[in-house]
């Protein structure tokens, strides 16, 4: 029983900035990564950025430089800092986790997803 919840979602202007969040709960024995996707509409889903549990992460050439994912290992938390936000930003973003239940065996791994949050930037 895991669930993920995002928010932080809104309408912004070009140049300006959101911090999404996105929390995962209920039966974790790990979480071996955690990342942001983002789709819009008549797009296929794109990773925009992952964190590792070894705290290793990965970003999208789109995003690099203007978005950082961060974490919170005491409430299984991550980030998505945006800045410099551009009308080709506008999505929904997805939060999935890689995680272990306290059910299953070490390295068994089980993909969850959040909700999604809208992100749009106007021009």
């Known amino acids: 029983q895991v669930q993920l919840v995002e928010s932080g979602g809104g309408l912004v202007q070009a140049g300006g900035s959101l911090r999404l969040s996105c929390t995962a709960s209920?039966?974790?024995?790990?979480?071996?990564?955690m990342t942001w996707y983002r789709q819009a509409p008549g797009k296929q889903r794109e990773l925009v950025a992952k964190?590792?549990?070894?705290?290793?992460?990965n970003y999208v050439d789109s995003v690099k430089g203007r978005f950082t994912i961060s974490r919170d290992n005491s409430n299984n938390t991550i980030y998505l800092q945006m800045n410099s936000l551009k009308p080709e930003d506008t999505a929904v973003y997805y939060c999935?986790?890689?995680?272990?239940?306290?059910?299953?065996?070490?390295?068994?791994?089980?993909?969850?997803w959040g909700q999604g949050t809208q992100v749009t930037v106007s021009s």
């Open positions: 964190i590792t549990a070894g705290g290793s992460t």
């Open positions: 209920g039966s974790i024995f790990s979480i071996n990564a």
């Open positions: 999935n986790a890689e995680i272990t239940p306290f059910s299953h065996k070490p390295y068994t791994y089980f993909s969850y």
